[in-house]
């Protein structure tokens, strides 16, 4: 980075995202799984005018949870119901996260994954399409 | 007239539909798979849902992800293009039982269809004449000999229960029909568990010829032609025309009243196509009717000035055969190139990647039905067909020479594609002359009488 004077670099890879940054701003690195597979793409940001030594990258691995399915999102079981998970909540691999309905037929779906609910990412009553990202999960 | 209509296909054939509803004042709503963010339908449609991964059984033929994806943007009818689920009697029938209109035939005339011996028996009851053969089963070798010698050899032994070209035997006279009968027999049996078999004359060099239905839902049935499609390679189309070079007046009136009476003993509605071979002598024989819009729709549009796919929405929404389309008379003559991702002098293998540069011919009586442009990459799971160039003449020289130069001036890099082979057929005497048969292009091939050498153009990209 120092050498082509780059302030920001990001990495994408199958399952795998890197974004590494300098200056002093950077609360740096998210190495991020993404859960869409996509061809390699390396995104190098314009330099800054004044480079600064690069700070050690801080790993947070945030794991995403994504639509299997078309159809509308429900954050709790039923209208007046409590959101099954909400930032902060804890979830392991069979927890349900929300409910996707399709064609009338109301889908729970699971965490898939373990660890703390960082971001609701969807909204509730909206549709949602395949592969759209429902919760980002640390 | 509807509102709003969810595609259900991808490629040139989605941004065809999507056009015709644009011209229409209908919305359109885009369904994709992963490989399909960038395609050009999707851009083009008011809304998309993303409805799968890339592979088509992921995506495009998941019933339940469309009908989710038609819910939630509340169509009133659904296109299924050609392919994928066009010819899906069970997704017609959910369309219909969730109250969406399926802009094709009932899911009732498209199975009555869809069963290739049942449509046969369906031909032979409305009178329409077809490959002779064995009425059912053939069961014994003297049973056979005694049917061969009736329809005249040479003749085809095929399985019952067979199909992508197994458990198929020729056999030109009578000693090789009996090794024939037996080896079939024994292959069926292997490959299907199911030894039966049935006889059907072998029409040797025959044309491809296929006539279009158009029918609406109050009764009304016409025909708009024929089109020769039989310059094709390993049974995939890849040249077609319109009219025929082949046909005549009085067979074009015995051939288009067959198909019409057809389509109207099964109670055929929306646009079908009736697929006849016919052989050196001008006897024609039903082979089999798809009950959906074609790819070489195009050409019969240019003859017929008429737009098929808008007449489809039309018929779906109930009205009545619009009076150009019911009256049309053919004038010009057109020729339809199917320009696939493919590399001619490499056996027609398959290349997928991006398009580096993309220019298309222009000028007039050229029209070009396309999804892709300069940066696109054609993805690797689908058919590889990237554009339909069409053009049209007052005669069939003027069609075919229009052709020709429209080809010189295509211009794709990045990926390899038949344009060079077009181009080389264009000049093809057989092919000029209108002598050809659908054994032409892969005896061509083999010979290696094709010039691929790439058009000389070059562009300053």
Not at chain 1, 66 to 91: E, L, N, Q
Not at chain 2, 15 to 21: E, G, K
Not at chain 2, 295 to 321: F, N, S, W
Not at chain 2, 373 to 399: E, H
């Amino acid at each position: 980075m120092e050498k082509h004077d780059l302030s920001v670099f990001e990495i994408e890879k199958e399952g795998f995202r890197l974004k590494l940054e300098k200056g002093a701003s950077a609360q740096a690195a998210a190495a991020v799984p993404s859960a869409a597979a996509g061809p390699p793409k390396a995104v190098p940001a314009a330099p800054e005018t004044t480079p600064a030594a690069p700070k050690a990258i801080e790993s947070v691995p945030l794991k995403e949870i994504v639509s299997p399915m078309v159809g509308t999102f429900y954050r709790g079981p039923s209208p007046d119901a409590p959101a099954f998970v909400d930032v902060g909540k804890s979830v392991t691999e069979d927890t349900v996260v929300c409910i996707i309905e399709a064609m009338k037929v109301m889908n729970e779906i699971k965490a898939e994954t373990s660890g703390i609910i960082a971001e609701v990412m969807a909204e509730n009553g909206k549709p949602v399409q395949f592969g759209q990202v429902l919760f980002r999960v640390r | 007239m509807f509102e709003k209509v969810l595609i259900a296909n991808r490629g040139e054939i989605a941004l065809r539909v999507i056009r015709a509803c644009k011209e229409l004042g209908i919305r359109t709503l885009a369904v994709y798979s992963e490989a399909d963010v960038d395609s050009l339908h999707v851009q083009l449609a008011d809304e998309s849902i993303c409805i799968g991964a890339a592979p088509s059984l992921e995506s495009y033929l998941k019933i339940d992800r469309i009908m989710s994806a038609a819910e939630i943007g509340d169509v009133d009818a659904i296109h299924p293009g050609y392919g994928f689920l066009a010819e899906n009697p069970h997704f017609a029938e959910v369309c219909e039982s969730c109250n969406i209109k399926f802009i094709g035939p009932s899911s009732r005339a498209m199975q009555a269809m869809g069963d290739k011996n049942a449509a046969r028996a369906f031909a032979r009851k409305a009178g329409v004449p077809v490959t002779p053969g064995s009425d059912g089963i053939v069961e014994t070798e003297d049973e056979a000999i005694r049917i061969a010698k009736k329809i005249g050899y040479p003749v085809m032994i095929k399985a019952s229960a067979g199909g992508g070209g197994r458990g198929m035997r020729t056999a030109h006279n009578e000693p090789s029909l009996k090794s024939a009968f037996h080896s079939a027999r024994h292959e069926a049996q292997k490959a299907f568990g199911n030894e039966q078999v049935y006889l059907e004359k072998l029409i040797v060099n025959p044309h491809h010829i296929e006539f279009q239905i158009v029918a609406d839902s109050h009764g009304r049935v016409v025909h708009l032609g024929e089109r020769d499609c039989s310059i094709q390679r390993r049974n995939q189309k890849v040249i077609e025309e319109c009219p025929s070079p082949l046909m005549t007046p009085s067979l074009r009136k015995k051939m288009g009243n067959a198909a019409v009476k057809l389509a109207k003993s099964v109670g055929y509605e929306n646009v079908g196509t009736i697929e006849f071979l016919v052989d050196q002598e001008r006897r024609f024989y039903f082979m089999e009717m798809n009950t959906r819009i074609q790819v070489e729709h195009t050409i019969t549009e240019e003859v017929y000035a008429c737009d098929l796919v808008k007449e489809q929405i039309r018929i779906a929404a109930g009205q009545p055969l619009s009076p150009h389309v019911a009256h049309a008379v053919p004038r010009l003559h057109a020729i339809e190139c199917r320009i696939n991702a493919e590399d001619p002098a490499r056996d027609f293998q398959a290349t997928p990647g991006r398009i580096d540069f993309y220019y298309a011919p222009g000028g007039r009586g050229v029209r070009i039905d396309s999804h892709v442009y300069t940066g696109y990459t054609v993805p690797s799971y689908y058919d590889s067909l990237i554009a339909k160039i069409i053009t049209v003449g007052a005669t069939r020289i003027n069609a075919i020479d229009r052709m020709r130069r429209a080809l010189d001036e295509y211009y794709i890099t990045g990926i390899k594609t038949t344009v060079p082979f077009h181009a080389a057929m264009m000049r093809n005497g057989d092919f000029r002359d209108g002598n050809y048969d659908t054994g032409l292009m892969d005896r061509l091939i083999s010979a290696g009488k094709l010039d691929l050498a790439s058009p000389p153009i070059r562009l300053r990209e």
